[in-house]
């Protein structure tokens, strides 16, 4: 049985299959354990999708679980404690808050690793919503929100997105899923199997267009890279609209059918002429004609992005335009047409081919006590540590972090460890001893992977083909530490607060149930034998599974895409008005996923230089490995320069949440979007300056 040894030699040492969980793709593995420790983690060759890949965080599997600084009990006030003492000390204190200052004085905000069990977001939002309070924070705000904005100025299609698997063009807008694995509704690249699935499709007449600052991996790839300064997409997007409509290559049919607003996009682009984009963005006009040309001649495909445009200094007009090449060029699946993602441990009703119209839920929704409208059911990020320090009687006082470190993720982590030591009680649920656990009141100790069993249900939207595994614990779960639900879950009963999860509840002082248990009851819905899926270790690939279809749109279906609203025309304008001149200086700091982190868990030893292009580290004066400084009007960080060719001249990088942490040359406030209070966080102007020794004046 999955999870169970698979081989047993007289040395003790045991096979295990089971999948990583550390991103996505969760890709099969084969862990070897030796008393209770794993000596080696490889591919799992048999698992039908991933077929032996694993990425070099997924080897590094067994130093995360042993790591000599792993939290096995969990702290108060820094000190070791007893679980049961802690979740009743949490549980009394957050009554009391909730008594005297009501239930949105209690926030949570939701990390990426809190992604990595399928259990816990049942359990966390089941308390969140028995305590009754509003104030929802996660890292979707201070990431890709933008895409949340323009889906609720613009609308979105009932059915989902086109399938990169049947599409003959593909355009990605500052993403590099070949190393972030990022893919689904997000890309819609392949997370599994990347460049053999875009070698692939190139053969069968793919064409890719790439817009990066970066010579990327799979920029590398593309039939056009258009290598733009950093933070103008806005333009050259809108530039892209520009020539398809001048050029009449929209979908006419589509448009007259599903969507509003064409005459006012055409003069918000009116003056984005090839000529004007070229010389802001940096790149030929010849080339933006022909990617216009190139998306919107071909027959499906569309314009996908990931953090480049979202973080920048205009980041939601941006991801508006990344949108609206799809909406015009009508590339939405039809009635008919396979739906993205797959279903098997879960049922999926298809989408119909219809719009959704525009969801302004900021200007209509209550606002949080700083003034900020909900997205999506969430306050924004950007504007939590307001809410902490400036909320006045309406202000955050309790907050709990499950999966998430903002103290290494935010921009400005001076002002966040100001708010977040300001408030009455801060929980996190940490393995490790993060920056923000650090200032914790409590920090509980969660299991970690493969001390937990799990299954593939809720990463089936992202597969291409219908797959699902399940795998048992491979580790026994350390005495002191629970699964992140079990947490969710005690605080609740410790609260007498029922939880309700679906059709089932949970009543204060009844029995925990075994996660193995709630497991199955997630894939009740299952559309093969849940005993199959655990038949198979290595995952299975279902015979003969209808595929979702996309259904027909309702006879009364009347709701209408728009493409260019009033405060979207002016938010285009004033990048046009703000876009640097394209040059070299300063040069300015872009995003960079590292292969060896994710977000603040690296593995191995892994540094942070600064890496600039080999033109500017000769002007600077530096060769490579030089000790520099990096800095912005907010703040500092000492680092080496190193050459990377791959960059734009002008341009840098650093990766994030590892140290030094470029978090600190940013701020919470300035140019913070509007509607979603997202900061400024890449194409961000920094100044280098050398801290090496000055050169003996004898040499
Ligand atoms: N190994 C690893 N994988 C990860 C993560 C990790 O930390 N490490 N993090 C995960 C998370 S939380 C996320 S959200 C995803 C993110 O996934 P991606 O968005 O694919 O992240 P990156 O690989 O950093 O790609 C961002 C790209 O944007 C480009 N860029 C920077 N500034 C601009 C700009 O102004 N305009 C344009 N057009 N491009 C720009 C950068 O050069 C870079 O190539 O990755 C996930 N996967
Ligand atoms: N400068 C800059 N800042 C950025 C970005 C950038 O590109 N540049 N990217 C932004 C993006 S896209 C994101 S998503 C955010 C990321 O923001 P966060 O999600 O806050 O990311 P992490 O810092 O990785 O926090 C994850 C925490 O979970 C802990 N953890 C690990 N495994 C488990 C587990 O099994 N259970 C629990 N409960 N915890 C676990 C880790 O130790 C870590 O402290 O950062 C953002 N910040
Ligand atoms: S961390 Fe690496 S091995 Fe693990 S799921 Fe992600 S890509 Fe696969
Ligand atoms: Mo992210």
């Not at 009743?88 to 808050?97: H, Q």
């Not at 609308?155 to 972030?180: I, K, M």
């Not at 008919?336 to 999926?348: C, F, W």
């Amino acid at each position: 049985m999955d999870g169970e040894p698979t081989a047993e030699g007289h040395t003790g040492r045991t096979e295990h299959t089971t999948f990583c969980r550390l991103c996505s793709p969760l890709c099969g593995l084969v862990v070897e354990v030796e008393h209770d420790r794993v000596v080696g983690v490889k591919g799992d060759p048999g698992h039908p999708v991933t077929a032996g890949f694993t990425c070099t965080k997924g080897r590094h599997l067994g130093d995360l679980h042993h790591r000599a600084d792993r939290l096995l009990q969990p702290l108060r006030a820094g000190e070791p404690t007893v679980y049961e003492s802690a979740v009743a000390e949490i549980a009394g204190r957050l009554t009391d808050v909730i008594a005297e200052h009501g239930p949105d004085s209690v926030a949570l905000f939701v990390g990426t690793q809190s992604y990595t069990a399928s259990l816990t977001h049942s359990f966390m939002n089941a308390w969140f919503r028995a305590i009754g309070s509003t104030s929802l924070y996660s890292t979707m705000t201070i990431d890709q929100s933008a895409k949340w904005v323009a889906d609720g100025r613009i609308g979105t299609w009932e059915a989902g997105p086109q399938r990169f698997d049947e599409s003959d063009v593909w355009v990605l807008v500052g993403t590099n899923p070949l190393v972030s694995m990022q893919g689904g509704a997000l890309t819609g690249f392949p997370i599994h199997d990347g460049s053999r699935r875009l070698r692939d499709a190139k053969r069968r007449g793919l064409r890719l267009l790439v817009i990066d600052p970066r010579r990327t991996e799979v920029a590398a790839q593309a039939d056009i890279h258009l290598q733009l300064v950093p933070g103008t997409d806005p333009i050259l997007l809108g530039s892209l609209v520009h020539v398809i409509l001048r050029d009449t290559l929209e979908d006419r049919e589509f448009c007259d059918r599903w969507v509003d607003g064409l005459d006012e996009l055409r003069v918000a682009v009116g003056g984005l002429t090839p000529d004007v984009a070229a010389s802001v963005c940096g790149v030929e006009a010849d080339d933006i004609v022909a990617a216009a040309h190139l998306f919107a001649c071909a027959r499906r495909g569309m314009a996908r992005s990931g953090t480049g445009p979202d973080m920048g200094p205009s980041s939601n007009v941006a991801e508006h335009m990344v949108q609206v090449l799809n909406v015009i060029c009508g590339r939405f699946p039809r009635a008919g047409d396979l739906q993205l993602g797959t279903a098997v441990l879960d049922d999926r009703r298809p989408g119909r081919a219809q719009v959704i119209g525009p969801r302004r839920t900021w200007e209509t929704g209550p606002t949080n006590a700083t003034g900020w409208g909900p997205i999506y059911g969430q306050y924004p990020s950007g504007s939590l540590a307001d809410e902490i320090l400036d909320g006045g009687d309406r202000r955050i006082r309790a907050l709990v972090v499950a999966g998430g470190n903002p103290m290494a993720a935010f921009p400005e982590p001076a002002r966040i460890e100001a708010a977040l030591r300001s408030l009455d009680l801060l929980v996190t649920i940490d393995p490790y001893p993060s920056e923000t656990a650090a200032i914790a009141d409590y920090v509980i100790a969660p299991t970690l992977s493969l001390e937990r069993p799990d299954h593939t249900r809720g990463y089936e939207h992202l597969y291409s083909e219908p797959f699902a595994q399940w795998t048992d614990a491979v580790l026994p779960k350390p005495p002191g530490t629970v699964e992140d639900w079990e947490f969710f879950h005690d605080l609740a009963s410790a609260m007498g607060l029922p939880l309700r999860i679906g059709s089932n509840s949970y009543e204060p002082g009844e029995e925990k149930p075994a996660s193995a248990d709630l497991l199955a009851v997630s894939a009740r819905r299952a559309r093969i034998p849940y005993a199959d899926v655990q038949r198979h270790p290595s995952g299975i690939t279902p015979d003969g599974l209808e595929p979702v279809r996309v259904a027909e749109p309702a006879s009364d279906a009347a709701e209408r895409f728009v493409v260019m609203a009033p405060d979207v025309a002016a938010e285009l304008a004033a990048a046009l008005e703000d876009t640097p001149a394209s040059g070299t200086s300063p040069l300015r700091l872009v995003v960079r996923r590292a292969k060896g982190s994710i977000n603040s868990v690296a593995t191995g030893s892994m540094t942070n230089p600064c890496r600039v292009h080999p033109a500017d580290v000769e002007r600077l004066g530096l060769v490579d490995g030089d000790p520099i400084t990096v800095s912005t009007d907010h703040g500092a960080i000492d680092t080496t320069v190193a050459i990377d060719s791959s960059l734009r001249p002008g341009v840098a990088t650093m990766t994030h949440c590892i140290d030094p942490n470029p978090s600190h040359l940013l701020s919470l406030t300035q140019r913070r979007q509007s509607i979603n209070a997202m900061p400024w966080i890449t194409a961000v102007p920094i100044d280098v300056t050398s801290r090496a020794p000055l050169a003996p004046t004898w040499k």
